[in-house]
């Protein structure tokens, strides 16, 4: 029998299965996850609670010293028609490429302040019922001051069949962030790299041809940033990024008449979205590209055919004309002759 391949996900949004899950968010805290179980479904969801019920955080955020531990707590609903144990995890977060939070996966290996959560190994829930269970985060003494992400999740595993037969197995889970800023000096960075610059032309000689810029963003200081850029005057917002994380950026095109070398500055802007009073350095890039007006050269050159063409007829009529005329004149003279030879 071929062995089962493992999937995870992570849920958010309206009840779905687990084929169809997305990665944990700010709704994920209070949408319930449905995934298969023999004939009947489990379907559960998991919130930031106190230790006397579901409160009503999106996530978990707290700012704690290094070498300090505080408790936190989470709620595990069960609205499933069966008792349930579900498996309790907590990992390193990330943003992914298209700007949403996610959790590392289950097979893969957390560094930072997935690390520093504990929590039960599982919980079992019975029908209809909540529990509330606590977990502990304790930042390491020797942690760097700023923001770390992680999540925290309840999952349940089970079993499928693939269209080929094979058994898959599928780890479907549900959380939210959980967001530690260890206490210190806050440094919020942003770097742009890898700018560059394309002009597409418009074989239209009488509309403007599209600027496409691309860039990288890095939060390179130690706090979560917001970022996006600024360029003619139009701001765009392009997400969220975690210390250390990047994201390449492309922009939407701009239309630009083709008048040889041509520059656009681009800034991007970066801010502390937990609201702290930081002032962002903004980073300017300039861009200088060339951009060849070949449809306009080529009506040009169009236009110039036809001048050149013109030029060409009038003067071979003109000489066609002057020597039609010169030999009317000569024929002219010519006859006059014969007349008085014969007088």
Same mark, same amino acid.
């Given at each position: 029998?071929?062995?089962?391949?493992?999937?995870?996900?992570?849920?958010?949004?309206?009840? !779905? /299965?687990?084929?169809?899950?997305?990665?944990?968010? #700010? $709704?994920?805290?209070? %949408?319930?996850? *449905? +995934?298969?179980? =023999?004939?009947?479904?489990?379907?559960?969801?998991?919130?930031?609670?106190?230790?006397?019920?579901?409160?009503?955080?999106?996530?978990?955020?707290?700012?704690?010293?290094?070498?300090?531990?505080?408790?936190?707590?989470?709620?595990?609903?069960?609205?499933?028609?069966?008792?349930?144990?579900?498996?309790?995890?907590?990992?390193?977060?990330?943003?992914?490429?298209?700007?949403?939070?996610?959790?590392?996966?289950?097979?893969?290996?957390?560094?930072?302040?997935?690390?520093?959560?504990?929590?039960?190994?599982?919980?079992?829930?019975?029908?209809?019922?909540?529990?509330?269970?606590?977990?502990?985060?304790?930042?390491?003494?020797? !942690? /760097?001051?700023?923001?770390?992400?992680?999540?925290? #999740? $309840?999952?349940?595993? %089970?079993?499928? *069949? +693939?269209?080929? =037969?094979?058994?898959?197995?599928?780890?479907?889970?549900?959380?939210?962030?959980?967001?530690?800023?260890?206490?210190?000096?806050?440094?919020?960075?942003?770097?742009?790299?890898?700018?560059?610059?394309?002009?597409?032309?418009?074989?239209?000689?009488?509309?403007?041809?599209?600027?496409?810029?691309?860039?990288?963003?890095?939060?390179?200081?130690?706090?979560?940033?917001?970022?996006?850029?600024?360029?003619?005057?139009?701001?765009?917002?392009?997400?969220?990024?975690?210390?250390?994380?990047?994201?390449?950026?492309?922009?939407?095109?701009?239309?630009?008449?083709?008048?040889?070398?041509?520059?656009?500055?681009?800034?991007?802007?970066?801010?502390?979205?937990?609201?702290?009073?930081?002032?962002? $350095?903004?980073?300017?890039?300039?861009?200088?590209?060339?951009?060849?007006?070949?449809?306009?050269?080529?009506?040009?050159?169009?236009?110039?055919?036809?001048?050149?063409?013109?030029?060409?007829?009038?003067?071979?009529?003109?000489?066609?004309?002057?020597?039609?005329?010169?030999?009317?004149?000569?024929?002219?003279?010519?006859?006059?002759?014969?007349?008085?030879?014969?007088?």
């Amino acid at each position: 029998m071929k062995a089962p391949a493992i999937v995870s996900a992570l849920v958010a949004g309206a009840v !779905a /299965t687990v084929m169809l899950a997305g990665p944990i968010g #700010a $709704a994920a805290a209070a %949408s319930p996850s *449905t +995934a298969p179980s =023999g004939d009947d479904a489990i379907t559960w969801s998991v919130a930031p609670a106190t230790a006397d019920g579901v409160d009503k955080r999106a996530w978990v955020e707290r700012t704690i010293e290094p070498g300090e531990s505080v408790t936190e707590y989470l709620a595990v609903r069960n609205l499933g028609a069966g008792t349930t144990t579900f498996s309790l995890n907590a990992a390193d977060g990330y943003f992914t490429e298209t700007g949403r939070f996610n959790m590392l996966k289950a097979n893969e290996t957390s560094t930072d302040a997935g690390t520093w959560i504990s929590v039960a190994d599982d919980v079992t829930v019975p029908s209809g019922a909540t529990e509330i269970v606590p977990f502990t985060i304790t930042v390491p003494q020797n !942690a /760097t001051p700023g923001d770390h992400a992680a999540g925290i #999740a $309840a999952s349940v595993s %089970s079993v499928g *069949t +693939a269209s080929d =037969g094979a058994q898959i197995g599928v780890d479907s889970r549900i959380g939210f962030r959980v967001m530690t800023q260890v206490a210190g000096e806050l440094a919020p960075v942003i770097a742009v790299s890898g700018v560059d610059a394309a002009y597409a032309p418009s074989w239209n000689p009488f509309a403007p041809g599209e600027l496409s810029v691309r860039y990288t963003a890095e939060n390179a200081g130690n706090t979560q940033l917001s970022f996006g850029e600024e360029a003619a005057g139009a701001v765009t917002t392009r997400g969220d990024l975690f210390p250390g994380e990047e994201r390449r950026v492309t922009m939407e095109p701009r239309r630009v008449w083709p008048l040889g070398l041509i520059s656009a500055e681009v800034i991007v802007q970066g801010s502390v979205p937990r609201g702290d009073a930081i002032e962002v $350095a903004p980073v300017t890039e300039t861009i200088v590209v060339w951009a060849v007006p070949w449809a306009q050269l080529v009506v040009l050159a169009v236009i110039a055919a036809v001048v050149f063409s013109v030029l060409i007829s009038r003067r071979r009529s003109k000489a066609s004309v002057a020597r039609l005329i010169e030999e009317a004149r000569a024929e002219g003279r010519r006859e006059r002759q014969e007349t008085g030879a014969r007088a």
